[in-house]
């Protein structure tokens, strides 16, 4: 093997190792944003169902303000 096919042979073995890692990290990445993903969906439904609760509260609650007696200061 002559000097510049050495060189080659190392700089191939070289990126063969930077690929394998890069797509280790993609898969890393993949998963973490499947997760994130999944993560806030289920955070969305929950907003979403607090805001239903808050919103039957109000409509049990919402009596007209003009109903209550004066305060006691009048």
């Known amino acids: 093997m002559s ?3 050495d060189i080659l042979a190392r700089r191939l073995d070289d ?3 930077r690929l394998t890692f890069i797509d280790e990290a993609v898969q890393a990445l993949t998963t973490a ?6 993560r806030i969906a289920a955070l969305e439904r929950t907003l ?4 239903g609760e ?4 109000r409509t ?4 007209d303000p003009h109903d209550e007696p004066p305060p ?3």
């Open 48 to 51: 979403r169902d607090l805001r």
């Open 3 to 5: 000097h510049a096919d």
């Open 33 to 38: 944003d499947a997760d994130q993903s999944q």
């Open 15 to 17: 990126m063969e190792v």
């Open 60 to 63: 049990a609650q919402a009596d």
């Open 54 to 57: 808050m919103a039957s509260l």
């Open 72 to 74: 006691p200061h009048y």
